[in-house]
């Protein structure tokens, strides 16, 4: 059974092991806001703290850093840093983070005090949801600690900014939710979670929410629906490929409708165009796609977003049994493309192909995949940073937004046409696999808008972010489930266009 471990709020001090408070540190210090008090359980306050004693005591203008003060009873206090300026709502990610660091496994409350130049709720909800992201922990079985979040018992210093700070607190719940839980997902043995096993995980998280649907695909309507991409990856896992197709409406009138798509390799081990050893040893990440688009539809539903969403996750894994594809193979896809197959470990495409194509017949307003679909994604922009690619300028300008507030980078690359023709085949309409070393991540982007339909579409290559070697910020160690929080600022914008 899981317990609490921490509780995170914008609450009565006197009630945690720890008092956070957020602070901005400028060149001559840190001054504090006159509604933070004056004392503290047993801690004064005083109104201003000086460079000498923040630099003597490890706090500057670096988000995250704190200063820890303390009494002979009661809380003790911390003045955590969001970095020099009030207005960017990464800096109080990472504060959240520090003060989950903080509190270990007592309480902790933070005393907001929100000026007239921020958005209350916007900064509420980034404290929260670093705090709630860097509690993530992954532990089979699942008995860990869980993360509570208290709202406020007390307005500071209004009561419309008490209540912006209470909806920012419930969204920020919300989002590094969503994000947890796909990392959580990401993170279980590829054993444990087979293609039939995620199916039924999605179905049982997404079924019960308001105003969603869930089909399941079996191989055999798989098969019948002629996803040739999906069934031929599948061909040397004796577990059965699975298609989910999630859909979200909205009670009142929607303002559109968005597609999501996420490649659900549950392991890839190449193929019969087998990966080195080392290369296999994450290879349950390969599913981070389905994960990320599945989170972002239940975190729409919560929110109750007035825009149609759709999540559609084609799932197998990729081993080289003795029914493999084969190098040279070639399949049909949904859409009747012939594909010819040279490199087995070039999967993910095909995958996408199908599901690109199914969520092209919806004729939705903008299409969306996300997929660690190529290693010279990592090469070219590490491990940080994501690719984007677009068909539609504005679409792509949508998501830069989306990705600077959520603090998910991407990096927009382009589409160049002129390298589809690495594509050719001459057996095929086209092959999965272009000049080896050359343009791979362009090469792979251009394979998939052919399935578009000329729909306005962007695709996300999160090879590299997907995972991290270790914490940092609010960022933890396995699985990131990155561009999760980055799609739902999506769907939240759009819906209130």
Known sequence: MA???????LKDALVADLVAVPVTVATDGVRLDGSVPGRVGGVDLPRAFDAGWC????????????????????????????????????????????IARLAGEGTASALLAVTGLVDPARVAGALVEGAVLA??????????????????????????VHDAVVAGVARGVVVADAANWAKRLVDTPAGDLTPKELARTFDLRLS????????????????????????GVGLGSAQPARLVRATYTPASASRGH???????????????????????????????????????????????????????APLTENLPGDQALKPGDVLRTRDGTSVEVLNTDAEGRLILADALGLAAEAEPDAIV???????????????EIGALFASDDALAEELLAASAASGEALWRLPLASTYATALDSEVADL?????????ATIVAALFLQRFTKGRAWAH??????????????????????????TLIEFLVRRASR
Do not use: C, H
């Open 135 to 160: 509690s993530y922990r992954f532990k089979r079985p699942e008995t860990d600690g869980t993360l509570e979040v208290v709202a406020l018992s007390t307005p500071l210093p209004s009561v419309p």
């Open 258 to 312: 968005v597609v999501l798509v996420g490649k659900g390799v549950t392991f890839d081990s190449g193929g019969l165009s087998l990966k080195p050893a080392e290369a296999m040893m994450a290879m349950k990440t390969d599913m981070t796609g389905s994960a990320v688009v599945m989170a972002a539809l239940a975190a729409a539903a919560q929110m109750g977003l007035r825009l149609s969403v759709t999540a559609i």
């Open 460 to 485: 996300l290559d999160i090879a590299g972010p997907a995972r991290s070697d270790g914490a940092k910020g609010y960022v933890t160690k396995g699985g990131t489930a990155f561009s999760t929080r």
């Open 55 to 98: 630099e003597l005591r490890g706090l500057s203008a670096t988000p995250g850093t704190s200063a820890v003060l303390r009494a002979a009873s009661g809380p003790a206090v911390a003045l955590v840093s969001v970095g020099a300026s009030l207005e960017e709502p990464d800096g109080y990610r990472l504060a959240g983070a520090a």
């Open 208 to 231: 019960v929410l308001d105003g969603v649907s869930v089909e399941v695909w079996t191989e055999s309507r798989i098969r019948e629906e002629g996803l040739g991409g999906l069934l």
């Open 3 to 9: 317990r609490t471990a921490r509780v995170v709020a």
């Open 431 to 439: 092959k999965n696999i272009g000049r080896p070393g050359v343009a």
């Open 369 to 383: 995949d996300v997929a660690t679909l190529t290693g010279a994604q990592r090469v070219a922009l590490g491990d």
